[in-house]
């Protein structure tokens, strides 16, 4: 027997035996080729008495393919590179294929050799050893170059497969490095969410107590509410209550309003009416007589304020602004009869009747003017047949009560009569109830009103007052002796007064 050793670990076994084939006649023969079989690579063929035993290249590197294959199948299941697990998926389906070449190519050469030997057994007898020998050796040869090449091309397929398992490997070691970073991550990441659950539990906690706290804030508003439009309301009602009482007074302002406008307008009037001579002066013009107030421009007659000596009170005077330069204050007025002037002392000393009618200003105020300055006095007479003398006194005086308003005069003119018709010194007053005349009589009663009575004297400017036709031959009535004689009763007089210097 010779062993002849090849490349790549084949060994080729050869005896020189009886020449017969061990297991690769029969069925069974092709059943026992299967991987399993082809792992221990042993053919032997008996030809004669030579035994030729093929010892194939280990088939366990080429068997490592298909587990490797398993555990790549393994890592597939974790993490698959799918392109690259199918790329040896095919490349193992590839090596199948050849594989089955392969087997089918050594039947086909089994059957080849088996032919061959039938042949060989026809001669064998003829040709010597070594032609078989060489014969199979040629053969051997081919088919070992043949299993080279294959198991070189497996060896290639299956480094391949190595750098590909490695390649995922390595990435899947990189997976598990990173799943182990991310692990981490998620481990800070549950602990930090924890942490903040217990936050939001604190806080919720928190936002619990301040929402009750709203709650109760927001109950007690509620009511606070409900408090405040109780009074909204009541103030409401009060409200339109006043607005009522408001609308009430406006219109009662808008009656007083046109109260007012009316007085206005009166007011008005009576300025007017002061500003032709017929009304009365305003009170704020402080004026001692009528002089004055003439001197302060009032030419027109009427009835005037005036604040004699020191009264703080005014004084209602007439004032004739017409007769002989104006500036006159009236003393006295007889018109018409429309005044009773059968009166008392103290009548005739606080004066009476209407200053812009019949009157008699006042044996006090006549006292008091003619206290301050010299005054002249004005007598203005009328008859019932129009005639209108005067008669005129340079200086007229008033003696105080307690001398019975005792008369002064000086200086008589005028057109009623040559002669004075009053006596000119040192007359007292005498009314009926004060006898202070010259007579054991008494003037006054007999010739009535009040005067300054001497033993009943030349006049009585104060007497009963006789209409026209019952004028004449009256004792008692309005005398002016040097004018129309003892018993004539006159129409109208006036006394008046202004300062001498006017
Ligand atoms: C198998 O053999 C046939 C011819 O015998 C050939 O065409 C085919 O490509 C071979 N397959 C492989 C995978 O080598
Ligand atoms: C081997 O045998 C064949 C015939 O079968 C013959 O033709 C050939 O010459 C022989 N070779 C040698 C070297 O003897
Ligand atoms: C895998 O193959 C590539 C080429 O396809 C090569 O560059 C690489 O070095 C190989 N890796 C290993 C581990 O053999
Ligand atoms: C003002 O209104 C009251 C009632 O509130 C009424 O009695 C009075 O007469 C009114 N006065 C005027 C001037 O309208
Ligand atoms: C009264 O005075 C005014 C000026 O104030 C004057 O125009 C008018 O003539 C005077 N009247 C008399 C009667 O003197
Ligand atoms: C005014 O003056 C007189 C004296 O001239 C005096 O007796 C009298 O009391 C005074 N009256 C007033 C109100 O002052
Ligand atoms: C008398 O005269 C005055 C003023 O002139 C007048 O107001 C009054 O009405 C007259 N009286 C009579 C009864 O004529
Ligand atoms: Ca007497």
Not at 42 to 65: D, K, N, W
Not at 312 to 336: A, H, I, K, Y
């Amino acid at each position: 027997m010779r062993k002849i050793l090849l490349g790549w670990g084949l060994m080729l076994t050869a005896g020189v035996m009886g020449a017969s084939v061990v297991g690769a006649s029969g069925g069974g023969g092709r059943g026992q080729r299967r991987r399993g079989e082809k792992r221990r690579g042993l053919h032997r063929v008996q030809h004669g008495h030579c035994s030729y035993t093929f010892i194939l290249p280990e088939m366990e590197r080429c068997q490592a393919s298909p587990v490797q294959y398993g555990s790549t199948n393994m890592v597939q299941r974790d993490k698959p590179p799918p392109a690259e697990s199918d790329w040896s998926a095919q490349k193992l389906q590839h090596l199948e294929t050849a594989m089955e070449n392969n087997t089918q190519w050594l039947q086909k050469l089994e059957k080849y050799i088996q032919e061959n030997i039938k042949m060989e057994m026809v001669h064998i007898q003829d040709h010597p050893v070594h032609n078989q020998t060489a014969t199979m050796l040629e053969i051997g040869t081919n088919l070992l170059t043949q299993t080279a090449e294959q198991t070189h091309k497996l060896n290639v397929v299956e480094a391949k497969v190595m750098n590909q398992t490695s390649r995922i490997e390595i990435k899947l070691l990189e997976n598990s490095l990173s799943t182990n970073k991310l692990e981490k991550e998620l481990l800070v990441q549950t602990s930090k969410i924890t942490k903040l659950q217990d936050k939001n539990s604190h806080l919720e906690n928190k936002v619990q107590v301040l929402e009750s706290q709203q709650r109760d804030e927001l109950e007690d508003m509620r009511e606070e509410k409900n408090r405040l439009q109780g009074l909204v309301r009541t103030q409401t009602t009060a409200i339109e209550a006043l607005e009522r009482q408001l609308r009430v007074a406006s219109t009662n302002n808008s009656a007083l309003q046109r109260q007012h406008q009316q007085l206005m307008e009166s007011v008005h009037t009576l300025i007017n009416m002061v500003s032709t001579g017929t009304g009365i002066l305003l009170r704020d013009q402080r004026f001692c007589d009528c002089a004055e107030a003439y001197k302060a421009g009032h030419n027109i007659s009427g009835v005037y304020y005036i604040y004699i000596s020191n009264m703080t009170e005014p004084t209602q005077v007439f004032c004739d602004m017409e007769t002989s330069g104006g500036g006159w204050t009236l003393v006295q007025r007889r018109v018409n009869g429309s005044v009773d002037f059968q009166r008392t002392w103290k009548e005739y000393k606080m004066g009476f009747g209407d200053p812009a009618g019949e009157h008699w200003l006042g044996n006090e105020l006549a006292f008091q003017m003619t206290s301050q300055t010299q005054y002249a006095l004005r007598v203005e007479l009328r008859d019932w047949e129009g005639n209108t003398p005067y008669s005129h006194y340079d200086k007229f005086q008033l003696a105080s009560e307690k001398q019975q308003y005792r008369l002064f005069l000086w200086g008589y003119s005028g057109t009623a009569g040559e002669q004075s018709s009053l006596v000119s010194h040192g007359t007292s007053f005498s009314t009926r109830d004060a006898d202070n005349d010259n007579c054991l009589c008494k003037c006054a009663l007999m010739l009535t009103g009040g005067w300054w009575f001497d033993a009943c004297g030349l006049s009585n400017l104060n007497g009963i007052y006789y209409t026209v036709g019952h004028n004449i031959r009256k004792l008692n009535g309005i005398k002016w002796h040097h004018f129309r004689g003892p018993s004539y009763s006159l129409s109208s007089t006036a006394m008046m007064i202004r300062p001498s210097d006017f």
